[in-house]
């Protein structure tokens, strides 16, 4: 289930496999849509993104093939920023 809304967020600017993201104060992580990587002198700052925030919910199912071994992914919660917006 996807759900949108209009958001902000202050946190850490970081790269993670699945491309950029910003850590928040609480450590919940956002992934920016189509934002690769931060570069160099943007990883470890403040900044604050906006966009919008969508939520989608991501079983542990996808995570096993059919041999029952497992492989990398997102289980849980993923939250993405639409459009971000950064200062």
Do not use: C
């Not at 990587?37 to 996808?62: A, K, M, P």
């Amino acid at each position: 289930m996807k759900e949108q809304n209009s958001f902000s967020v202050t946190g850490t600017a970081q790269n993670s496999k699945a491309g950029a993201v910003v850590i928040s104060a609480n450590q919940e992580v956002y992934y920016l849509e189509g934002i690769d990587h931060w570069d160099e002198e943007q990883i470890g700052r403040e900044i604050q993104v906006s966009g919008e925030l969508v939520t989608e919910n991501f079983g542990q199912e996808y995570l096993r093939n059919e041999k029952g071994e497992w492989s990398q992914g997102i289980a849980g919660e993923k939250h993405t920023i639409l459009r971000p917006v950064w200062r």
